[in-house]
Nanobody, 123 residues
Framework: VQLVESGGGSVQSGGSLRLSCAVS????????MGWFRQAPGQEREGVAA???????QVADSVKGRFTISQDNAKKTLYLQMNSLKSEDTAMYYCAADSRWWLLLASGPTYRYWGQGTQVTVSS
């Protein structure tokens, strides 16, 4: 399984970015796919996730600003980020797992991870 993120960059506070995660060689019939982020010196944080049942979960810290979506035909996961704040600055990772119930559950770790894409928000 290969996950490749893109779309990161530098943006001013209040701006928008859309992250993409291209998925290849994933063959399981069920999935949970999510976006996670990690800032220097901080623990990894779950941002948003979606599963094969169509359920979505979004972290309170980004609710109302970030939207997770997918294009099954393109096998791509997206994260639309609006009204960005300096505290959103982090490396953003895409992850996938066949355990559809995972979403943003704490504890279990996703099996497959991308290499990450940096998002920097300047105030």
């Amino acid at each position: 399984v290969q996950l490749v993120e893109s779309g990161g960059g530098s943006v001013q506070s209040g701006g928008s970015l859309r992250l993409s995660c291209a998925v290849s060689r994933y063959t399981a019939s069920t999935y949970s796919m999510g976006w996670f982020r990690q800032a220097p010196g901080q623990e990894r944080e779950g941002v948003a996730a979606i599963n094969s049942n169509g359920e979505r979960q979004v972290a309170d810290s980004v609710k109302g600003r970030f939207t997770i979506s997918q294009d099954n035909a393109k096998k791509t996961l997206y994260l639309q980020m609006n009204s960005l704040k300096s505290e959103d600055t982090a490396m953003y990772y895409c992850a996938a797992d066949s355990r559809w119930w995972l979403l943003l559950a704490s504890g279990p770790t996703y099996r497959y991870w991308g290499q990450g894409t940096q998002v920097t928000v300047s105030s």
